[in-house]
């Protein structure tokens, strides 16, 4: 089988199963996640989740930008410090460590220690799931 790509992405043909499971599954966690924003007054989700659905149809962050959770929900949802709470921001934002060392003026090095204690705090594997816990909760904290 051939894969195509749209934007860059991969399209649906190639997961014939997509619309079966993949779309049902993520639907029911949204309707989760903003119940969960609705009943906690966390109306920011609803503009990251818009801003992010906007990226994503015109390949671009720029709309991104100031959608992120904020740094101080982020740190009292999950229970970490405003230094891991920082990375966690920049993870959202789709920086990678060496970005996020750069521009937060720090070494690489502290950047992968509050990295390696945030993921141990939300009971993550890798940045990937560190990143999902943070967008759709979690048993964290």
Same mark, same amino acid.
């Given at each position: ?20 499971? *993949?779309?049902? !599954?993520?639907? @029911?966690? =949204?309707v989760?996640?903003? +119940? ?8 920011? #989700? ?33 229970? *970490?410090?405003? !230094?891991?709470? @920082?990375? =966690?921001?920049?993870?959202? +934002?789709?920086?990678n ?5 750069? #521009? ?21 594997r ?14 964290? !904290?």
């Amino acid at each position: 089988m051939t894969k195509r790509k749209a934007g860059g992405r991969l399209d649906a043909r190639v997961w014939p199963g997509i619309l079966e499971t *993949l779309v049902p !599954a993520t639907d @029911r966690r =949204l309707v989760e996640i903003m +119940a969960w924003a609705e009943a906690h007054d966390q109306k920011w #989700l609803f503009d990251f989740l818009e801003a992010r659905a906007a990226n994503l149809r015109a390949d671009t962050d720029e709309n991104f930008r100031g959608k992120i959770p904020p740094e101080d929900h982020l740190a009292q949802r999950f229970g *970490l410090t405003v !230094a891991q709470a @920082r990375v =966690l921001s920049a993870f959202l +934002a789709g920086q990678n460590l060496r970005e996020i060392a750069r #521009l937060q003026g720090v070494s690489i090095t502290t950047v992968r220690t509050h990295f390696v204690q945030m993921r141990e705090k939300l009971g993550a594997r890798d940045q990937a799931d560190v990143i999902r816990i943070a967008l759709l909760g979690g048993d964290a !904290a």
